[in-house]
């Protein structure tokens, strides 16, 4: 019987990917993301930009773990805070982000409530910087945005619905 063959990320050589079995996890795309957001610095870029007011005198999670937490979830789809107790022991996630313990929902909720305007600001500077970044790695010069319509299927009579050619049935768009 073959097996697939076996391969390695670059940001932890105690990852293997391979069709074994083992502890399972359903959010391995994550590793790929990981991998993009070594690419591109990410943790450096986010320190150098933000700035979020911290009172707290003890805490296991910095806030830079808390973000990089957040944006890994929802990445995966998890969009509820809630989400993060169920991650906690998910293998893939303590493996791209680098720890055993992972933040509760509780930290991502008081994390959320340290944010500011001026935060939301900065969110926006980072963003930019790691599109600049992406477009200096593909040396684009040009960016083509194509916008089409959403089709909505409509039925009977209704008001404003027309024929969509490339669907061959009525509805909105």
Known sequence: ????????????????????GGRLSSDSGLVLVKEVMDTFKF??????????????????????????????????GYSADSSANLLRQDPVFQ???????????????????????ENMD?????????????RLIRNDTELIIDVDSTH??????QEQTDYNAHYQTYGYH
Request: glycine letters at 2%; charged letters at 20%; hydrophobic letters at 40%.
């Open 1 to 20: 019987m073959t097996s697939l063959h076996k391969n390695q990320v670059k940001f932890n050589s105690n990852i293997i990917i391979s069709h074994t």
């Open 122 to 134: 900065q969110l926006q500077a980072l963003n930019q910087s790691l599109i600049d970044k992406a």
């Open 43 to 76: 943790s450096d870029l986010a320190k150098s930009l933000l700035d979020i007011k911290d009172n707290r005198a003890y805490f296991t999670h910095d806030n830079l773990a808390i973000l990089e937490q957040l944006i890994m979830q929802l990445i995966a």
């Open 95 to 117: 493996a791209v982000l680098g720890k055993k313990e992972l933040a509760s929902q509780s930290s991502i909720s008081r994390f959320l409530d340290r944010f500011t305007e």
């Open 152 to 157: 909505s299927d409509t039925f009977g009579h």
